[in-house]
């Protein structure tokens, strides 16, 4: 029996997938998680063989549990997406299997006996590292995010976390502002700051990160605020909050 589990924020999603895959012979479902923060205290503790991991989840990624848990301590990785299959071509290089949402029974039967046949062999060092080239691809080599996917239109594409100049929140969204073009990508602000890498971005106000090498110039306001002028011309407002560790990080030279 494999022993499987489900991860996914959608109660709708989950329950579709675990009716699914009660009619596949030699699954065992050992759980369904909906987070990414329960499903990896259950990948440690439970240690299944498969599991149904879907990319995006608030708070916590499909990624993020990957590098939480460690490529090599992963189980095999079926990935559960709403990305089209443009966005998936670099899951597809690295050698790891995913499904389309809505999820088609026969493609989840499909990818069942591909997870079969790899559980039958070794996991050998190859597939780790493959595993673990999938996280650089997206969160880069320091473990921040490189490139940040952003769907539009029921696409996928990548912006480069080098290009955006500053990110705004929006709710449980946030704004990329990347040059003259403006992406809305889900999560929130929180998030990002955490994923994002302090030596290239900081916060500055509740609702606004900027990259450090944007900044021209910092204009005084009143009661300790300043404007944060842009190398594109735009004015950010700096809060006394965050007015301390912006000036640490532009004398250290961050």
């Known amino acids: 029996m494999i022993r499987t589990i489900i991860v996914d924020d959608e109660p709708l999603a989950r329950r579709g997938m ?30 299944p063989d498969l599991a149904f991991l879907d990319i995006q989840m608030p708070e916590m990624d499909g990624f993020d549990v990957i590098e939480q848990v460690g490529p090599g301590h992963m189980p ?25 949402k809505p999820v088609d029974p026969d493609h989840l039967s499909d990818a069942v006996a591909r997870a079969r046949a790899y559980l039958t062999g070794r996991k050998t060092g190859d597939e780790v590292a493959k595993l673990a080239n999938l996280l650089t691809l997206v969160r880069g080599g320091g473990g921040y995010l490189s490139r940040i996917m952003v769907k539009s239109s029921g696409r996928i594409s990548f912006v480069h976390a080098k290009e ?5 929140a929006e709710g449980d969204y946030v704004r990329l502002h990347a040059g003259t073009k403006k992406h809305l990508v889900r999560g929130k602000i929180g998030e990002f700051e955490e ?17 450090l090498e944007m900044i021209r110039e910092l204009q005084p306001l009143f009661s300790g605020e300043y404007a944060v002028l842009l190398s594109t011309g735009e004015k950010l407002r700096l809060s006394r909050t965050y007015r301390d560790s912006l000036l640490d990080a532009l004398n250290n030279g961050r």
């Not at 955006?164 to 705004?168: A, H, L, N």
């Open 18 to 47: 675990r009716t699914m895959l009660s009619g596949l012979d030699g699954i065992e479902l050992v759980g369904e998680y909906p987070d990414g923060v329960s499903a990896v205290e259950a990948i440690r503790a439970e240690k």
């Open 76 to 100: 095999a990785v079926i990935f559960v997406t709403a990305y089209d299959e443009h966005a998936v071509r670099a899951f597809r290089v690295q050698a790891v299997d995913y499904l389309l």
């Open 164 to 168: 955006v100049g500053w990110i705004e």
């Open 195 to 211: 994923r994002l890498d302090p030596e290239q971005f900081a916060r500055i106000h509740r609702s606004t990160i900027v990259q």
